[in-house]
């Protein structure tokens, strides 16, 4: 896991980080539509989200095994957790189309806040838990999710 401000991703090895700064430098990350758009085929595309942040009980952990996830925050700010895997409970089976496997973890739980403007790469098999509430209630947030096709 890699958490800094977006504009410090250059200095990670983070595969097709130029990329993604040419794709923020030259689209207006607020205006981007809901949806998924290709950036390199599927190799690289990101899912622009717009919602309400939620109580964590509410969400699920969440792996995948194929691509890397690097969550930048746009506007407003939410808490992500992650736990270590051997504190871990399979919750469904890997769902190979959709590149994901979903956890429940009752300990060792890690909270880290979002804010705008930063991001958190995930690599394959690194579980979380995004869009949880910080504490103050729902709150709005836009965030870009870009996919990193990184194995298999």
Do not use: S
């Given at each position: 896991m890699i958490y800094d401000q977006i504009t410090q991703l250059s200095r990670y090895n983070v595969p097709?980080?130029?990329?993604?700064?040419?794709f923020l430098e030259t689209h207006d990350a607020e205006e981007l539509p809901v949806g998924e758009i290709e950036i390199n085929g599927r190799e690289l595309f990101v899912r622009p989200a717009e919602y309400a942040t939620r109580l964590s009980s509410e969400g699920r952990f969440e792996a995948h095994?194929?691509?890397?996830?690097?969550?930048?925050v746009v506007?407003?700010?939410?808490t992500m957790q992650f736990a270590p895997s051997n504190r871990l409970f399979k919750a469904t089976e890997y769902d190979v189309q959709g590149d994901y496997q979903f956890f429940t973890a009752d300990t060792d739980i890690?909270?880290?806040?979002v804010r705008e403007g930063e991001f958190v790469v995930y690599y394959p098999g690194e579980a979380?838990?995004?869009?949880?509430?910080?504490?103050?209630?729902p709150e709005a947030v836009k965030k870009l999710v870009f996919k990193i096709k990184g194995m298999k």
């Open positions: 097709m980080a130029d990329v993604i700064i040419n095994q194929v691509y890397i996830d690097l969550q930048y506007k407003g700010a939410e890690t909270d880290v806040v979380h838990r995004p869009m949880c509430q910080r504490g103050r209630g």
